[in-house]
């Protein structure tokens, strides 16, 4: 049996998604044999975790109202990739393919949720004050992540902006966030035109 706070840093590290009981115990045990300097770093970088926030323009993870991208006046602020979640804004990122800037959605439309708690509104919103002139619909290729594409290309449709599809050299299914960077790149690029 181990002692409590061992006991309960193992509950908070199960809590985390994609780890187990097992694994939890794998990394309070690694952790503590790290160096009191190197856990107290590790406490405080989670806790810095407490003042980041999402971007008041496009909801990326930002240290400030607005994030990297959407600081950075080299971007080209005409062409939008939309996408699930800050992992997938990370994931083109690494790829050097695209200049545009970003919407995250913050999810997808499932059938049993629309789009109530989605960004989706803020996108519209973006386009119309904007002059945004392309959309790039960067949904994973997934049941959800299709719908939630056909449902954006039928809601932006009317406002008249160029809308594309990432191509499909991603297999459907796939998650942007473990898609390589070579394979997301030549999505980027063969991106096909929604009409």
């Not at 991208?69 to 990739?81: H, I, L, N, Q, Y």
Request: charged share 30%.
């Amino acid at each position: 049996m181990y002692p409590k706070p061992f006991q309960k840093l193992i509950k908070n590290f199960s809590s985390l998604p994609s780890i187990g009981p097992k694994h939890a115990e794998r990394l309070v045990l690694f952790l503590f044999k790290k160096s009191s300097e190197d856990i107290e770093e590790f406490a405080e970088n989670l806790l810095k975790i407490k003042h980041l926030r999402f971007c008041q323009k496009c909801h990326n993870i930002s240290e400030g109202d607005l994030c990297q991208v959407c600081k950075d006046p080299k971007r080209d602020a005409k062409t939008v990739c939309v996408v699930e979640d800050p992992l997938d804004v990370i994931s083109i990122e690494r790829t050097h393919a695209f200049h545009g800037i970003y919407h995250v959605l913050g999810g997808v439309i499932t059938a049993t949720e629309k789009d109530a708690s989605l960004k989706i509104p803020d996108l519209f919103e973006r386009v119309t004050k904007e002059g945004i002139e392309e959309i790039i619909l960067a949904t994973n290729p997934t049941t959800e992540g299709d719908t939630t594409a056909l449902y954006l290309k039928r809601k932006l449709h009317p406002l008249g902006v160029k809308m594309t599809r990432l191509g499909r050299g991603l297999s459907t299914g796939a998650d942007l966030e473990y898609t390589d960077e070579l394979t997301l790149s030549e999505a980027l690029t063969n991106r096909k035109e929604l009409l």
